[in-house]
Nanobody, 124 residues
């Protein structure tokens, strides 16, 4: 069974950077896509970025493109989200998710496994 554990959240000022990590276990992830989603207070969970584990192909939400970078380390089985130039509107709980799928997508209801989430707070 796939298990995902996020870490790296925190409270920062606008313009700062954070790197989130998601330690993955329980599967051969070469056949997976893995994504980051986020949920702000009072709002629905939204897509942030997705990566195909095998060839590192990525897709980003327009709101984070150019500021966030999704990556993975195959030796450590860890997914990352490097977040630069953070804005107050990036404040949310960030979740990593995995899907045993080749085609990149952001349909959150189709993802098989989810982490518990990590809080990111950006103050102005």
């Amino acid at each position: 069974q796939v298990q995902l554990v996020e870490s790296g959240g925190g409270s920062v000022q606008a313009g700062a950077s954070l790197r989130l990590s998601c330690a993955a276990s329980g599967a051969a992830f070469n056949n997976y896509i893995m994504a980051w989603f986020r949920q702000a207070p009072g709002r629905e969970r939204e897509f942030v970025a997705v990566i195909r584990w095998s060839d590192r192909t990525t897709i980003y939400a327009p709101s984070v493109k150019g500021r966030f970078t999704i990556s993975r380390d195959t030796f450590k089985n860890t997914l990352y989200l490097q977040m630069d130039n953070l804005k107050p509107e990036d404040t949310a709980v960030y979740y990593c998710a995995a899907d045993n799928e080749f085609v990149l997508h952001w349909g959150q209801h189709d993802y098989d496994a989810w982490g518990q989430g990590t809080q990111v707070t950006v103050s102005s």
